[in-house]
């Protein structure tokens, strides 16, 4: 069983090294307070951007994670912002916009690879989005994968990123998913985040997985190790993990459920322990497996249009429409879904006094 970085090699898989076979208990941390990086949605109305609800959304964000000693970041131009369908002006529109309500506070900015070849890697690819968030520091960019980057073996995948490396000025974070997210996605094998973990311009990495507790790997290798990396859990069905061990959240699930998710990061801690952080681990994530459910094709895409339905509930968008160009919409009346999947969670919130999570009187 593997335990030193050095045995790693390209192709060694999980299974084969010691961190793959921790137990989440041992890796309890109940005194850390890791920041809260919510993949904020960009919300439509009448088929434009709706810069009003936008702004009303960051607002109360900011104001749940204040109300519980919470640090969030917001994450703008991720999938949750639709950056798949954003033209590069409005995708700095989006960090402008930003920009005017917060002047200092920091971001991250989804990186993606602008009219990329599937098959045909090329690192220029990204450098039209990171051109954009960098010019608005301070921010933290995170390299989203593409087809043709995850296409390459390890070695050659390992040299990709730091070839996208060579034009980043600011922290920056990987992101890695596996084929419940995207059918041509494949994880981080131990040996590609080693060399990641290592290089001077990462500064952490998202893992999105529904199949494989790799969070779990990257936890246990980071701290094993004492590698200067975050991991950032971008299971959004697994958020009381990440709480559990003291280390942050990456996700759209922050939206749709973010007082719950801050009152259950402070409640979690030591100092503000309150038992019932269990029953609230429960009722969010009862939440979000409903906005996060599979379609019948195995995709969790349409949590976006799910998300704007629970936020418009609440009062706090005025339209649950999505992008016009984006394919992700619900079938069925998903407004009466998330209606009944948000009676168990503002029960919750309301036996705990969770502010800022109730449908408008």
């Known amino acids: 069983m593997i335990q030193k970085a050095e045995d790693l090699q390209p192709d060694t898989p999980w299974s084969e090294t010691v961190w793959a076979h921790s137990r989440e208990e041992d890796l309890l941390d109940a ?3 890791p920041r809260l990086c919510v993949a904020a949605l960009l919300p439509f109305k009448e088929g434009q951007p709706d810069w009003c609800s936008f702004e009303k959304m960051l607002h109360w964000m900011m104001k749940c994670a204040k109300h519980f000693g919470v640090e969030i970041t917001f994450v703008l131009n991720a999938d949750t912002g639709y950056v798949f369908n954003l033209s590069n002006e409005l995708y700095e529109d989006v960090i402008v916009r930003f920009r005017s309500l917060y002047p200092d506070a920091s971001f991250i900015s989804g990186v993606t690879a602008v009219g990329a070849s599937p098959t045909d890697f090329q690192a220029s690819c990204y450098h039209p989005h990171l051109e954009i968030a960098q010019a608005h520091d301070p921010c933290e960019v995170m390299i989203m994968t593409s087809q043709a980057l ?8 390992r040299d990709a990123y730091f070839k996208i490396a060579e034009k980043i000025e600011v922290p920056a974070l990987v992101h890695a998913l596996e084929p419940a997210f995207v059918p041509w996605a494949t994880p981080f094998e131990p040996w590609l985040l080693h060399q990641l973990a290592c290089h001077e311009k990462f500064v952490g990495g998202k893992i999105s997985t529904l199949d494989e507790p790799h969070f779990l790997y990257w936890t246990s290798m980071c701290r094993d190790l004492g590698l200067d990396f975050v991991p950032h859990s971008g299971d959004d ?3 009381a993990s990440a709480i559990r061990m003291g280390l942050p959240l990456l996700i759209g699930a922050g939206v749709s459920a973010c007082p719950l998710i801050c009152a259950a990061k402070k409640y979690w801690r030591k100092d503000d322990f309150d038992s019932r952080v269990y029953k609230l681990f429960e009722a969010f994530q009862s939440l979000e497996d409903l906005v996060f459910r599979l379609d019948n094709k195995g ?7 799910s998300t704007a339905e629970i936020l418009q509930m609440l009062g706090v968008i005025d339209s649950a429409e999505i992008h016009p160009a984006c394919p992700d919409l619900r079938s069925g009346d998903e407004r009466a879904r998330m209606q009944e999947a948000l009676i168990r969670p503002i029960r919750i919130a309301d036996r705990m006094n969770i502010p800022f999570y109730s449908f408008p009187s």
């Open 237 to 239: 069905f697994g958020i």
């Open 150 to 157: 995850n296409a390459l073996d390890a070695n050659r995948r």
């Open 299 to 305: 995709s969790a895409a349409g949590y976006k249009h």
């Open 31 to 33: 005194q850390s307070n």
